[in-house]
């Protein structure tokens, strides 16, 4: 069992970076695949971008490629979403989640039915 802990949320004016981290603050992300998920305002909560446990494949959404990039670093036992080139839509309430995941899964099993949630960091972007 793992518990996410998200940081690094802020303020920033639209076309700005912000870098997202996502720390185990009970047990370790060996063997989890990790994914990052977003609600914005009035929205249904969305699927951002996801890493295998050991970070040799990535996924995204459509709305975020190429300009997002989910990386972990299993040493320190944390994961990492870089945003770059925000927009005001990217502005949500950002999560991080967990599950395991140690093997060879479908494309489509990193997108969903995650089992361990941060409580999230909220990201604004100003226009």
């Known amino acids: 069992q793992v518990q996410p802990v998200e940081s690094g949320g802020g303020l920033v004016q639209a076309g700005g970076s912000l870098r997202l981290s996502c720390a185990a603050s009970?047990?370790?992300?060996?063997?989890?695949?990790l994914g990052w998920f977003r609600r914005g305002s009035g929205k249904e909560r969305q699927f951002v971008a996801a890493?295998?446990?050991?970070?040799?494949?990535?996924y995204y959404a459509d709305s975020v490629k190429g300009r997002f990039t989910i990386s972990r670093d299993n040493a320190k036992n944390t994961a990492y979403l870089q945003m770059n080139s925000l927009k005001p839509e990217d502005a949500a309430v950002y999560y991080c989640?967990?599950?395991?995941?140690?093997?060879?899964?479908?494309?489509?099993?990193?997108?969903?039915?995650?089992?361990?949630w941060g409580k999230g960091t909220q990201v604004t972007v100003s226009s």
């Open positions: 009970e047990g370790t992300f060996n063997g989890y695949a």
């Open positions: 890493a295998t446990w050991d970070g040799s494949s990535t």
């Open positions: 989640a967990a599950k395991y995941a140690r093997g060879d899964y479908a494309d489509s099993f990193y997108y969903t039915n995650y089992n361990y």
